[in-house]
């Protein structure tokens, strides 16, 4: 019963959260919607051009398929929260991005409450905004609304600690590039 009375609380808390902070239009900062390497070919069969942020690996077991990938790097992340609560809220009026939202205590200290974010974009790119104690529907919001020049068709971007990592799977790899992220 103490669970369920949680997540009730826990849900109430989202709603509030997103009644306030999603009023607001949140800045994104210039450096964060440009690419400071140059954008890989978007064909599927051509590995990207390597750089020193770009690193890669062999695909994880389990993983054939973006969807795959993002599912695996989200229950990753979850793994930070203990027994979180889940909704699912719009990101703007229209509803045309719809987030699922995670919304419990941290596996590491049960008195902080963390959030995290997870939705798939219209281009085929999945985001994830890592649990933090901030508000992850506002950084999910200004993702959103911002203009990457993104390194494949498709990929999975998780946001965590002021750094965004790119993951996309080609030529039999996982690969990664990683760069930072400024959240006003």
Partial sequence: ??????????????????????????????????????????????????????TSKPIPAGVANTQQLAYQLRDELLKQMSDPAQGQVCLDNACSVAVTSFTGPSSQDPKETLTMAYYQMK??????????????????????????????????????????????????HEWTKRQSFVSR
């Fill in 1 to 54: 019963m103490g669970s369920s009375r949680w997540k009730m609380v826990m849900a109430a808390g989202v709603c509030v959260v997103l009644l306030t902070g999603c009023t607001h239009e949140p800045a994104i900062s210039p450096s964060t919607t440009k690419q400071h390497a140059k954008p890989t070919d978007n064909r599927s069969n051509q590995a990207p051009t390597v750089n020193p942020t770009v």
């Fill in 123 to 172: 281009n085929g790119w999945y985001v994830l905004v890592a649990p933090t104690r901030g508000n992850a529907l506002a950084v999910a919001q200004q993702i959103a609304k911002a203009r990457f020049a993104f390194p494949n068709p498709s990929g999975v971007l998780v946001v965590s600690d002021g750094e965004m990592e790119w993951h996309w799977l080609t030529q039999g």
